[in-house]
């Protein structure tokens, strides 16, 4: 409000949708047209935006009710990113606070940032709105029952880690999961052994579709994405036990005989 000099309305809603910040965000510097009309205006240019989203999807996993979670739909924090993405050859836009290190060593280096830093920031700054949109349109899909096939289908991705290589030793790979999302294998604790692989990851997979089929306890052992022994029990102690039984040669040779 102070920069603008109009004060933010419906109920803070509208705030950074201004002339002046947006103006400063996507004129052109060699445009002389540009130049001339920020001059008439007296709109000083805006070089480095940085813009932390409403926390959407902490809100949803947070509450039920509808309208707050409506209100943290970010409206001005992606309009000034995706503004900012967009003239990046003269605007330094930054949505992820890892790069904060990078940018100031760059600026303080070389005095500026250089055109593919700008334009690598700009591709996270596409990303991350795309990402945010789609946790939206997500939940906005959840609540809408009546579309069983919609034409778009979002699907909120974000990277877990990377592997130490794919399905063969010469690929790389990246295991990714849902936003907000607290089930399933990636959520689980290693017990015994190293980081799991890409197929580790598989045969977990598959190993938890297995058992949610299952209303008692459940345990499945997977060998390459295949059940080789499944079973139901009073508890998981006996569910395991008989899962182990169902093939215990395979089990112990398994290893074995892929070598």
């Known amino acids: 409000s102070k920069y603008t000099g109009f004060k ?55 509450t039920k009710k509808p309208k707050k979670i409506i209100e943290n739909i970010d409206i001005g924090g992606p309009t000034l990113v995706r503004a900012a993405a967009k003239n990046f050859k003269h605007k330094i836009v930054i949505v992820d606070d890892n790069d904060y290190t990078d940018v100031l060593e760059e600026i303080s280096k070389s005095g500026g940032v250089s055109f593919e830093t700008r334009k690598n920031l700009a591709y996270k700054a596409f990303s991350y709105v795309a990402n945010y949109d789609s946790q939206i349109s997500s939940w906005l899909l959840e609540k809408n029952s009546t579309e069983q096939f919609p034409k778009y289908f979002p699907i909120p991705l974000k990277i877990n880690n990377d592997l130490k290589y794919g399905e063969n030793p010469h690929q790389k790979g990246a295991v990714y999961t849902l936003e907000g999302d607290k089930k399933g294998p990636l959520n689980a604790r290693i017990i015994q052994g190293g980081a799991l692989s890409y197929n580790n990851f598989l045969d977990a997979d598959s190993a938890f579709n297995l058992v949610n089929e299952f ?45």
């Open 8 to 62: 933010e309305m419906l109920d803070g809603r509208v705030k950074t949708l201004h002339p002046k910040i947006h103006a400063g965000i996507l004129h052109d510097r060699k445009n002389k047209k540009h130049k001339s009309e920020m001059s008439k205006q007296n709109f000083p240019a805006i070089d480095l935006i940085i813009v932390n989203f409403y926390p959407f999807q902490k809100v949803v996993i947070e």
């Open 215 to 259: 209303t008692n306890p459940a345990v499945s052992i997977i060998k390459h994405s295949n059940p080789c022994g499944v079973s139901e029990g009073d508890n998981l102690v006996n569910a395991l036990i008989n899962a182990f039984n169902c093939d215990p040669c395979l089990l112990y040779t398994s290893d074995a005989a892929d070598e």
